[in-house]
């Protein structure tokens, strides 16, 4: 459904009914990399699944993003929507814009699952980078980022061995806005460094890799587990960054056996 916040049109997946669990999507991605989740855990909670600004069916920006502007809009969403408290997840992109809902407003989320993400900022070399996917973009459109991120969502063998989610990832990465990714890539490259805000995390928190990660690596993740008081960690084997596509059930494994101890 469409939903209007902040000036703005997002699409919002909302579905199921019980405790809310916002699911937030990573880059150049969109809410639909959820549908595993969302299937499976909404016949026993009610699970939101927005897509950011100018990312998936919703509006394009008109005026700079930065990863706050992002999380203010959930905030927005869940004001909307009437929910004072939930767990929140995040996956890569999403996992940075969970830190800055962190900075913003911890009180409104109860729980937190951080999956294939990291705290730190981007270096020069990173944020060079992304300001050359930017300008790949205007180029070339959403397949400058689709040929760039591909190859490094999934492992090789899931490549080649399945077409049909290769399939599904190349038109959700092709139907996605340029300038939409070209705001998300300029609001990454100048994230804040939420290393230190780590340790003020006072809620149940599970901490999802991917073996085979190279953009947010095991042990990146780890260390980013270790720094968060009571956080659970674990690895998905034969998994690369994409784990709640790539590897929905041991993903789903994970997070039921979460969601079970935190809410019996
Ligand atoms: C993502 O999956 O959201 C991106 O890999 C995040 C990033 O580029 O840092």
Do not use: C
């Amino acid at each position: 459904m469409k939903q209007r916040v902040n000036g703005t049109t997002l699409f919002v997946q909302d579905q199921g009914q019980g405790a809310p669990i916002i699911l937030l999507h990573g880059f150049p991605l969109d809410h639909r990399m959820w549908q595993s989740q969302v299937d499976a855990l909404s016949p026993s909670y009610r699970v939101i699944a927005p897509d950011f600004r100018g990312m998936g069916q919703s509006d394009v920006p008109v005026s700079p993003m930065s990863l706050t502007h992002y999380a203010q809009d959930i905030l927005a969403i869940m004001d909307e929507k009437g929910i004072e408290k939930a767990t929140l997840g995040g996956f890569s992109m999403g996992g940075y814009v969970a830190l800055a809902l962190l900075r913003l407003a911890p009180e409104r989320f109860s729980a937190l699952i951080f999956a294939n993400t990291r705290p730190e900022p981007d270096g020069q070399e990173g944020r060079k980078n992304r300001m050359n996917m930017a300008v790949n973009l205007y180029d070339k459109g959403p397949a400058a980022a689709r040929d760039a991120m591909l190859p490094k969502l999934v492992t090789p063998a899931t490549l080649q061995d399945q077409p049909q989610l290769i399939d599904d990832l190349r038109t959700a990465m092709d139907s996605m806005p340029a300038e939409g990714l070209v705001h998300a890539s300029i609001a990454m490259a100048f994230r804040e460094d939420s290393v230190e805000l780590l340790s003020s995390i006072q809620v149940p928190t599970l901490v999802i890799a991917g073996e085979q990660d190279a953009i947010a690596p095991p042990d990146v993740m780890k260390a980013m587990a270790d720094r968060i008081a009571g956080a659970q960690f674990h690895v998905i084997p034969s998994a690369s960054h994409l784990t709640p596509m790539e590897k929905p059930e041991a993903f789903n494994d994970l997070l039921f056996s979460f969601l079970q101890e935190i809410t019996p």
